[in-house]
């Protein structure tokens, strides 16, 4: 971590506990001014693509910690096309933990959380996203609303969070299986959550602006998918933390214009990159460490090795039909990847290694995500069996003091040397 940002996170740190609204103010006058940078003075590895993301990024997080009345605390899953057209800002836990994180602040959250009473063992995510709450830091929103999908972390951190900020709360269950039955049964939970954001926001939900969203967002997955199709003979420069930032338009911020724009510089710039010579291709399974500068030394803008992908980024890349919103959001949750056996999620990351012509798959054992610990095996089988090797590479998403850094970067370097040795 770079001295000011270390200095950062500790004076924000230190007014957390005394004062939490002056660590707020703090917080977004630093947000405020790294968005600046961004804007004005970006990296110059980075392509227009991954200069927009830190910027339209930037701005999504700021949005509802400067007009909470107008934000909701949501989980990645939610389908936010119905908040899109309300007019309402998401903000969700990996969102907001990760730029915690980027501000050298998470273990003060951590530690909020845990002091609370919230297990060590616990999702660091949820953990920061808790502390971040229970500290009285992160302003109330109008409401919380969360998916069961994909992880039981969901089902007691969102309601705690209502219940602290005394906030309605809506659970959208999602059944584990795909039937057309359970499309109506959860079509139907997304008709009360419509209600229910009618009621909090005492505002009628518009039906051509919930049409609009779900236009664009067929937009921006069509734009995506021809991404991919051009990718498998590219080679894009790439960094881990771009990687990650694309969980907010492929996610939270999909059906918003803004997204639309990322799809668009993306298509431009695959169409304008030079062809693949050569590199090693990796997938990654998972969140990413994007903070670990070890990680970062071996994947970032190298000409050797390229990040194509974290499985995140296409758990779901269903079109939506405009005419039936709520069964076409339901599908799209449904049909997600990480929901149901991790069979499927083997099978999409199979058929996206094929497609982009990996040359191996970096599976993250993110701590304390029973979901992605307990598929590890089976995913690690699945691809092998098909000649693709896999890396199962242990660590924390969030938590900075929770890695074993060395053996972690020793352990990717020895498996990208394994593949390189190969070529
Ligand atoms: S990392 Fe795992 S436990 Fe944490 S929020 Fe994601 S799915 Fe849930």
């Not at 109008?142 to 992880?151: D, E, N, P, W, Y």
């Not at 359970?182 to 139907?188: E, F």
């Not at 269903?318 to 083997?346: F, Q």
Request: hydrophobic fraction near 40%; aromatic fraction near 8%.
């Amino acid at each position: 971590m770079n001295a000011v940002i270390e200095t950062f996170g500790k004076t924000v740190g230190n007014f957390v506990i005394r004062s939490p609204g002056r660590a707020l103010t703090l917080l977004k006058a630093g947000y405020e001014a790294s968005g600046l940078q961004m804007r004005y003075l970006p990296d110059k590895r980075l392509l227009p693509h991954q200069k927009y993301i830190a910027v339209m990024n930037n701005r999504a997080i700021r949005l509802p910690l400067k007009n909470p009345e107008r934000s909701a605390v949501v989980n990645v899953f939610l389908p936010c096309q119905l908040l899109h057209a309300m007019n309402v800002t998401p903000q969700f836990t990996e969102g907001l933990a990760c730029y915690l994180n980027g501000a050298g602040s998470e273990q003060v959250f951590i530690a909020c959380a845990e002091s609370a009473g919230v297990p060590q063992t616990y999702c660091s995510y949820h953990k920061v996203l808790l502390g971040a709450a229970f500290s009285g830091v992160m302003p109330p929103p109008r409401f919380v609303a969360s998916t069961s999908l994909a992880c039981d972390a969901n089902m007691g951190t969102f309601r705690a969070i209502a219940e602290h900020y005394k906030v309605p709360y809506f659970l959208i269950d999602v059944p584990s299986v795909y039937s057309e039955e359970a499309v109506n049964y959860v079509a139907g939970q997304l008709r009360d959550f419509a209600s229910m954001l009618e009621d909090s926001m005492g505002e009628k939900l518009k039906e051509d602006r919930l049409r609009a969203s779900i236009r664009s967002t067929n937009r921006s997955i069509q734009m995506y998918r021809e991404y991919f199709k051009l990718l498998t003979d590219k080679y894009m420069p790439g960094d881990l933390t771009s990687e990650m930032y694309k969980v907010f338009p492929t996610h939270i911020l999909l059906g918003t214009p803004e997204a639309e724009r990322y799809f668009r510089l993306l298509l431009e710039d695959v169409k304008a990159a030079a062809p693949s010579r050569g590199e090693k291709r990796i997938l990654w399974a998972h969140t990413i460490p994007f903070w670990q500068d070890s990680l970062r030394e071996l994947l970032n803008f190298n000409e050797r090795r390229q990040l194509l992908a974290c499985d995140l980024n296409f758990d779901s890349m269903e079109e939506m039909d405009e005419t039936k919103p709520y069964e076409s959001m339901a599908r799209r949750l449904l049909m997600n990847i990480v929901n149901g056996a991790e069979e499927n999620r083997a099978g999409k990351l199979l058929e996206m290694a094929e497609t982009l012509r990996a040359d191996g798959v970096v599976y993250f054992n993110h701590w304390g995500c029973k979901h992605t610990l307990g598929g590890a095996r089976l995913i690690r089988e699945k691809l092998e069996e098909k000649g693709i090797p896999v890396l199962i590479l242990d660590g924390d998403g969030c938590d900075r003091k929770n890695v074993n850094d060395g053996q972690m970067s020793t352990r990717l370097q020895a498996f990208l040397e394994i593949l390189e040795a190969g070529a």
